[in-house]
């Protein structure tokens, strides 16, 4: 492995999906100016997220489908006189 190639901040971090209130501890070098009091009773950095593994419809199974036929079909009959 090659010396001096990874950040010298890499520490524990806080990540706190907002979509679902889920938060989980791992190692980041992500700033952050606000800190979170953690299970084990430290403070860490806390980063925000919006989507993570728990709110990502991928994830989740929750894909939403859309009907991109009915849609160019509406934008042709909208846009055919021009």
């Given at each position: 492995?090659k010396?001096d190639?990874?950040?010298?901040?890499?520490?524990?971090?806080?990540?706190?999906?907002?979509s679902?209130d889920?938060?989980?501890?791992?190692?980041?070098c992500?700033?952050?100016?606000?800190?979170?009091k953690w299970e084990?009773?430290?403070?860490?950095p806390?980063v925000k997220?919006?989507?993570s593994n728990v709110?990502h419809?991928?994830?989740?199974?929750?894909?939403?489908l859309?009907?991109?036929?009915?849609?160019?079909?509406?934008?042709?009959?909208?846009?055919?006189k021009k």
């Amino acid at each position: 492995m090659k010396a001096d190639i990874h950040p010298k901040e890499y520490r524990f971090v806080v990540f706190k999906d907002f979509s679902c209130d889920h938060m989980f501890l791992a190692k980041s070098c992500a700033n952050s100016r606000e800190t979170i009091k953690w299970e084990d009773g430290n403070d860490y950095p806390l980063v925000k997220l919006e989507v993570s593994n728990v709110s990502h419809p991928y994830y989740t199974g929750k894909v939403k489908l859309l009907d991109t036929a009915g849609r160019i079909d509406k934008f042709n009959k909208k846009y055919a006189k021009k």
